[in-house]
């Protein structure tokens, strides 16, 4: 395991354009994240294989850490809270390639008896994407169908926000709403749903304070069911 630890801190990928932009989302998550959580950068790592590299890496500390350099971790999955694709600029080709990343990723943490997936979501501090049809059909297409490989959360500029429901507020179960949210609050969604996922009560009973619309609800612009 060492000497594949090794080779992948001398893999040339950690050098990216994009670094100082998952940083940014990487100290804003952790003014808000309970201490019991963690946030880096690094590799989800198994007996049989590792993952690609996670731009933020939400993880328990409760759990043992196989290898640990500042922001670098290596954990196994049972530790993991969270995956997260940091992009500067994303068009269709970019999500859908983001997207398989994710999608393999979350394979690896979800397990089948829990219904409710980690949360796996892609930020983009902008986009080109316009389509949210072409949105959704991608986020159901990556999943083929299996809950472990679920996106849940999708964030793309300042407008597009999607989300997966394990139960929608209509009570239909496993859909991905989109919507359309103005005044630059898709980026501030994002942020407030990861800590939703990290600690459904707390921020539930303190909805109104956590979220800024009384619902988005309508300014949902389109769904897709996961088997649908």
Not at 171 to 177: V, Y
């Amino acid at each position: 395991m060492q000497s594949r630890i090794r080779y992948l801190m001398e893999d040339p990928h950690w050098v990216t354009d994009g670094e100082w932009k998952e940083s940014v989302l990487r100290n804003v998550l952790r003014r808000y994240v309970p201490e019991t959580i963690k946030v880096g950068r690094g590799f989800i790592y198994t007996r049989d294989r590792c993952s690609t590299q996670i731009d933020v890496l939400l993880y328990d500390v409760s759990y043992p850490i196989l290898f640990k350099d500042g922001d670098l971790v290596f954990v196994t999955p049972d530790a993991v809270r969270g995956i997260i694709e940091v992009k500067s600029n994303t068009d269709n080709n970019i999500v859908s390639t983001a997207f398989d990343k994710l999608a393999d990723n979350a394979a690896m943490i979800n397990h089948i008896t829990n219904p409710i997936p980690c949360f796996t979501g892609l930020f983009s501090y902008d986009t080109d994407v316009r389509n949210h049809q072409r949105l959704l059909h991608l986020l159901k297409e990556k999943s083929n169908g299996d809950i472990k490989r679920v996106i849940t959360h999708v964030a793309l500029g300042t407008t597009i926000f999607s989300r997966f429901w394990s139960y929608s507020p209509e009570g239909r179960p496993n859909r991905w709403h989109t919507y359309s949210l103005q005044n630059n609050l898709a980026p501030a969604y994002f942020i407030t749903n990861v800590l939703e996922w990290l600690s459904p009560h707390s921020v539930n009973a303190n909805e109104k304070i956590w979220f800024p619309l009384e619902t988005k609800e309508t300014r949902k612009i389109d769904e897709i069911g996961l088997l649908d």
